[in-house]
């Protein structure tokens, strides 16, 4: 079985969305291949619900504090949107469209369809 930790860091390696998180601080001190690992631990942690502490008690080697200091100077609403536009845009390249066509896969959270207004029941 693949973990959702393995997807996520090999969307990381496909799409490079960890270049769109950048510091609020004044000035980035840490590695980018540091700055990478802690930051799918914590967007991990942060999107499963597991938490920061439960993340960083695993067997690779970095600690609650610096998970704590990434999701702080890191993981802001400007930073998650651009990555999450940028995962999405790599999806829409890579789409087959002799097989979904050319239209979005939006869909509402009712499980109606979205697309061109057309509604399934």
């Known amino acids: 079985m693949t973990s959702l930790l393995d997807i996520l860091k090999e969307a990381d390696l496909r799409v490079g969305f960890t270049e769109k998180f950048r510091t609020v601080a004044?000035?980035?001190?840490?590695?980018?291949?540091?700055?990478?690992?802690?930051?799918?631990?914590?967007?991990?942690?942060?999107?499963?619900?597991?938490?920061?502490?439960?993340?960083?008690?695993?067997?690779?080697?970095?600690?609650y504090k610096d998970l704590l200091y990434v999701r702080r100077k890191f993981i802001h609403k400007d930073n998650l949107r651009n990555a999450?536009?940028?995962?999405?845009?790599?999806?829409?390249r890579v789409k087959m469209q002799d097989v979904w066509g050319n239209a979005t896969t939006?869909?509402?959270s009712d499980s109606k369809s979205s697309a061109h207004g057309i509604k399934t029941l």
């Open 26 to 63: 004044v000035r980035e001190a840490l590695g980018r291949g540091t700055l990478q690992k802690r930051l799918i631990l914590s967007l991990y942690g942060l999107g499963t619900n597991a938490g920061l502490k439960r993340v960083s008690a695993g067997e690779h080697g970095e600690s």
């Open 84 to 92: 999450i536009s940028e995962v999405v845009n790599a999806i829409f």
């Open 106 to 108: 939006s869909c509402a």
